[in-house]
């Protein structure tokens, strides 16, 4: 049996762009995306913690070192500069592998570097 897990989250970041007029996605530095074993156009699902919203978007590439987290096309919508989101990644995880199975969670501070990462939720 598959078990649909958390595989990494990036915790609390701050968005620092919101793109409208870009075909979607969301930008992240490439130091979060590695941290968080990020694979560029991997699905992710974006909580904004200042409004409740829950979008499905995909990882696009931002610089490295640039601290960018920037909702892109209609995912712009639902976010303000400034906003906090958590970026949720999701594994298929086989029950015999759950006992060993540990998620990345990055925390961030308010200008998205990296504070700690942990292999536990």
Same mark, same amino acid.
């Given at each position: 049996?598959? #078990?649909?897990?958390?595989? !990494?989250?990036?915790?609390? *970041?701050?968005?620092?762009?919101? =793109?409208?007029?870009? @075909? %979607?996605? &969301?930008?992240?530095?490439?130091?979060?995306?590695? *941290?968080? =074993?990020?694979?560029? %156009?991997?699905?992710?699902?974006?909580?904004? &913690?200042?409004? +409740?919203?829950?979008?499905?978007?995909?990882?696009?590439? %931002?610089?490295? +070192? !640039?601290?960018?987290? $920037?909702? =892109? +096309?209609? *995912? *712009?919508?639902? @976010?303000?500069? +400034?906003?906090? @989101?958590?970026?949720?990644?999701?594994?298929?995880?086989?029950?015999?592998?759950? !006992?060993? #199975?540990?998620?990345? @969670?990055?925390?961030?501070?308010?200008?998205? $570097?990296?504070?700690?990462?942990?292999?536990?939720?």
């Amino acid at each position: 049996m598959m #078990f649909e897990m958390l595989y !990494s989250k990036i915790h609390r *970041a701050t968005v620092t762009d919101a =793109n409208l007029n870009y @075909v %979607g996605s &969301i930008t992240i530095d490439r130091d979060l995306i590695d *941290a968080a =074993n990020l694979k560029i %156009g991997q699905k992710v699902d974006v909580v904004n &913690i200042n409004n +409740g919203e829950r979008i499905s978007t995909y990882v696009i590439e %931002g610089k490295r +070192g !640039s601290n960018i987290v $920037c909702l =892109n +096309g209609a *995912a *712009a919508r639902k @976010v303000q500069i +400034g906003d906090k @989101v958590i970026i949720i990644s999701y594994v298929m995880v086989d029950e015999k592998e759950l !006992s060993d #199975f540990k998620p990345y @969670v990055i925390l961030v501070d308010e200008k998205n $570097c990296i504070v700690k990462k942990e292999e536990s939720i």
